[in-house]
């Protein structure tokens, strides 16, 4: 049983009504074995069944089934929120009705509605209500919206019948949830990301920096997006006023050589770096002890030198990550991309006109272009960063997983 792929996994399963609930309570002992946090729903008629404090002990968690129980949050998009993966196990004919209509009666089937994550269904009735027209269609229209549907078994059923629509065992349920994150997953899973964001400061005087005006949100989403796809994140963060998105290791570093030596730090660990911060290019030359005092100048001058090229260095590394930068312009946005892909051995460039409306620095949306190393140009409509992010690493696990059949 593939109990690795489940830990640290949020299952929800649901309950229905029917005959087969007891045999879920060894899928939730199961799935807490394996490392997977777990949250129950049952519905009314489930209830009938199996009582609720079996599946409360088994998961150790309250088991969720009243939609007006008082609570601070709103609870059937909370479950469905926390939800990585999500069973309906067994699935009545009642229930697969009210999923495939978009009937939302009860907390089970309003959760359902709520899933922005794989949904995995287990069918389990009577043989002639499963093989019945309006079951077979509902169950046609799930598969065809990407649901995937556990075929029940052939074999004597509760009802003194003998035919299909027994429950599967357990290792079949587990085997299909872990099916339905891998397709979800892509190729991050389990891989190293690295990701640099914000800004740097360079230090003038111990009061005094350069900086710009990165907000750092398109790092964060980035490392967000990367953390729900099952990867294990490094965030190498400047100053920024953001929390660290959660299950992230956030490393806080201020200037661009201190952004620099943490990610040498991690030379060699990583499959996918991205270079999301924007790094000063220039730092002050000598950095005064004490405050300068500006005295009687009219004038002063300061003599910058070249901060460390931290995606140029990534690029020599062995083994070398897959390698995304951002290439925030103000002018001849595509060429200049173009250029830095070329110059600094980057897979992918996120070229970024920040002078455009509602793109760059400091605001929630984006509006850029992605370029690859095979030439591919994309240009992609104004969108939320986290939806830019998750573009971003549906084209880094397509390059990861084309350099890996190579
Ligand atoms: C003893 C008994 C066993 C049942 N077994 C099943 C079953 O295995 N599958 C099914 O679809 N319905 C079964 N039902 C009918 C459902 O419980 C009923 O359709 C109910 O409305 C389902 O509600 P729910 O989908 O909200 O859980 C059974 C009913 C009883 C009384």
Known sequence: MPASELRGRNVVVIVSGGIAAYKVCGLVSTLVKSGAQVRVV??????????????????????AHDMWAPRSDVHHVALADFADVAIIAPATANIIGKYTHGIADDLASTVLLALDCPLVVAPAMNSRMLCSAPVQANLATLRDRGVQIVEPEEGWLACRDTGAGRLPDT???????????????????????LITAGPTREAIDPVRFLSNHSSGRMGYALAAEAEARGAQVTLVSGPVALEAPAGVEVVSVASAQQMHDAVQERSGEIDLFIGAAAVADWRPAEVGEQKLKKGDRAEMSIRFVRTPDIIAEVARWEPRPLIVGFAAETEETIAHAREKLARKGMDMVVANDVTAPGAGFDVHTNRVTLIDVIGRETDLPLMSKRDVAAAILDRAEELIASRESQ
């Open 42 to 63: 049952m519905t009314e008629s489930a209830r009938h069944f199996v009582g609720e404090m079996t599946f409360a002990t088994l998961s150790g968690e309250p088991v």
């Open 171 to 193: 290792d079949v349920l587990v085997e299909a949830l872990c099916e339905a994150l891998r397709e979800r997953d892509g190729a991050l899973h389990g891989r190293r990301v």
